[in-house]
Nanobody, 119 residues
Framework: QVQLAESGGGLAHAGGSLRLSCVASGIIFSTNAMGWYRQAPGKQRELVAVVISGGSANYTDSVKGRFTISRGNAKNTVYLQMNSLKPEDTAVYYC?????????????WGQGTQVTVSS
């Protein structure tokens, strides 16, 4: 079992920055993905950014060039540096971990942290 603890959400002005952190406790497989999703009111949850255990990262188009995902040295932490924030970035942000072994996938979610960007 994996538990995720998020921090760093809050209120920012447009153009400002926030940094989200997520610490995973429990067993993280050697092959895994750690990332961030977000869900705005009335919208579906969407992938924001993900980093694979091999180091490659992917971003949704709307945040490319503004957000950076990274992993800590301990490999059980993931960060999301959010710069040049826009009001449309307002959402609840969820940390996600996927453990992978062969064809099996195990998904874990954090409880979410609110990010509000004012114009």
């Amino acid at each position: 079992q994996v538990q995720l603890a998020e921090s760093g959400g809050g209120l920012a002005h447009a153009g400002g920055s926030l940094r989200l952190s997520c610490v995973a406790s429990g067993i993280i497989f050697s092959t895994n993905a750690m990332g961030w999703y977000r869900q705005a009111p009335g919208k579906q949850r969407e992938l924001v950014a993900v980093v694979i255990s091999g180091g490659s990262a992917n971003y949704t188009d709307s945040v490319k060039g503004r957000f950076t995902i990274s992993r800590g040295n301990a490999k059980n932490t993931v960060y999301l540096q959010m710069n040049s924030l826009k009001p449309e970035d307002t959402a609840v942000y969820y940390c996600h971990v996927r453990n992978m072994v062969g064809p099996l996938r195990y998904d874990y979610w954090g409880q979410g942290t609110q990010v509000t960007v004012s114009s």
